[in-house]
């Protein structure tokens, strides 16, 4: 039994955040307005390095070939920094290591909880090839970006994340040590390691509460007793040594900004200090390769048409940024030292082999918590330019290596299928969205009744005022309510509005702006066709249930509301608000589901689905020779429910069932040709 909680450690378990709400929108708008102006101006990252002393921890003795990346213009290193690379003392005579890397957490309670119960446990037992496989607990937990959402605060990080997952794994001070608890992190009670480096949504307060909860002032400071991890960073990146080879570099990239000084400098020390044959797992928050997809086929024709006929990156995209790191730290060639990178952002596995397999394998594992994302937006091949400036000994006849989709969860005609579930799912679950059309609707039939009487107005009753929508056929009558709202400048004014809205949802995610028009211009037409109709029905409505005398009961305030003809109007109004909120999402989800099928809008639409189904994280075997990457996946997450009993948490038993869903290695040193030294499940290519 587990000790009552302190009242400042309880939380209360949320639902999936409703991401279409009006107040999800504006705050994920202001959110990224914000957290770029701090990058811009206030970077944190550069803040947090001038506010610590830097310390010189140890001097090396001079370099020579034997290192990574010697350094420039010395001989001599002093690592200055209050970070100092960690490794993990407890791993001293093991030939190997186990690490868990998750990302895209703190959504939903049920969706995150379930993953950090199966994190917790001492074994997870899943089956592979008809054999039952038991893989062991983590030595090192890594948090690779977007621990919280929709946005860093005390309480979301407190109720999304923290509350979760110390739920999972308990503290010893949280737990009777006379019956051991299947989720403490081991019988000692020593509390696991936790890296983690931020992702956007950590951004948008500055990085405030992200440095708060996974960063110490002094190194090795982060061991509280009453929480089942222990924290070893200073700053927002990492770098840490796993084995005798193998490495872990988290680096932050911020939302727009470049890497800063300080962060440089720190990995370029780190390097300078590396044997010459170590080998890198690199994490980063954004799957920048994504953008570098090679469109073949009905790919190419979906490609053009939803991007634009010029799909070239810009020049200064997130890939120029990671490479340019790539190449300021460990030198042109330094991406061969590099074996894997690891990212989130994106709410679904996906992972890339390269034709050439000197080079690194990337993965996206961002299903921890998250909602679900579609598997469309991983392309089918890449093409990845491994260097920032001229290297002759690049492979390609572009300067690019190849890579092949070998691996991805759920597949993408699961996610076409689960798209367009959407026709239904969003107008139920996102009632808000509805409410915000709904009015906009409304907003234009009273602009339409307004202007539909250009002269003698001060005479025309509320029944009369509807007569023009009510006395041809109904097409015939939305056609005179869209004349209407043209003679009025409040339906221009409304139409305007949807359009600026529709054009910058449409021109999301790099949309070229021709392509955006030509979406905004359909997506309008679709509303403005709910919009006439909703006019033209709710006038019928109106009109039918006239009023013609106010009831009896308080006549005197009635009459105000009912008499005199005003019973029209008030019913015409109420029918407006209720019948287009229904008509407007229905257009809403149908415009989503059609635009999914030209790879547009594809984050809206599984946004509004709110899925907490396909969670995954990785359960990574380190040796010296190799990478083994175990994909731990939940197809099915049931709902969680929390319950407060004496001051302790309870979970209900209905826990999801966890399933390996493919394994993928990566080798410590391939052969410069030949084929890829990567294992993958068949049944995922």
Known sequence: MMS?????????????????????????????????????????????????????????????????????????????????????????????????????????????????????????????????????????????GDGVYPAASQENYRDRTIGPYRTAFVGPDLLDTDSPDGRHPDAAGEPVPLFSIPGNHDWYDGLSAFLERFTV???????????????????????????????????????????????????RQVASIMPADSRIILCTAKPSWLKRGRPSGWSRLMASIGRGADSTPAPSDGWDQLTYFIDSTLGPSGARSIRLVLSGDKHFLSVHEPEDSTYPTVAVSGGAGGYLSSTRESPEALDLAWYFGEDPDVAGPTGAVGYDNTMVWPSRSKALLQGLQGLWLIPWRNPEMAGVLGAMSMLFAMAARAGVFVEDRSTADGEDRLAPFVDDGLWKDQVDVFWGAAQNLGGWAVAAV??????????????????????????????????????????????????????????????????????????YVLFCLALGSLAGIVAFALYLVVAQMFRMNLNELFAGLRSRHYKQFLRINVTDERLAVNVVGFAKVPRRRLKWVDGKPSVNDSAATAELVGTFSVSADPARSGSPSHEVAADLV
């Open 498 to 571: 949807m359009a600026l809205v529709l054009f910058g949802m449409a021109k999301a995610h790099r949309r070229s702006t021709p392509v955006a028009l030509v979406a905004t211009a359909g997506h309008l037409l679709l509303h403005a066709y709910a919009a006439t109709l909703t006019a033209a029905v709710s006038a019928r409505w109106a009109v039918a249930g006239q009023v013609t005398e106010p009831p009896p009961v308080d006549a005197e305030s009635l009459d105000r509301l009912f008499g005199d003809g005003r019973w029209p109007t008030t019913a």
């Open 4 to 144: 009552p909680w302190p009242r400042s450690y309880r939380y209360r378990a949320r639902p999936m955040v409703r991401w279409l709400s009006l107040r999800e929108v504006a705050r994920g708008g202001y959110g990224e307005f914000f957290g770029r102006l701090f990058g811009a101006f206030a970077d944190n990252r550069e803040t947090q390095a001038s506010l610590r002393h830097p310390v010189v921890h140890h001097r090396v003795e001079p370099t020579n070939e034997a290192s990574l990346a010697p350094p420039s213009g010395g001989q001599q290193v002093m690592l200055c920094n209050d970070q100092l690379p960690w490794h993990l003392d407890e791993r001293a005579g093991r030939s190997e290591l186990w690490m868990d890397y998750f990302a895209d957490i703190g959504d939903g309670f049920s969706s995150t909880f379930t993953v950090a119960e199966q994190m917790a446990k001492p074994t997870t037992t899943v089956e592979q090839n008809g054999e039952t496989v038991q893989l062991p607990r983590a030595d090192i937990l890594v948090m690779g």
């Open 217 to 267: 002032y002094n190194c090795g400071e982060g061991r509280s007793p009453k929480r089942g991890w222990s924290i070893h960073q200073t700053r927002s990146y990492f770098a840490t040594q796993l084995s005798d080879r193998w490495w872990m570099w988290g680096i932050d990239v911020a939302l727009a900004a470049d890497i800063d000084t300080p962060q440089m400098m720190y990995f």
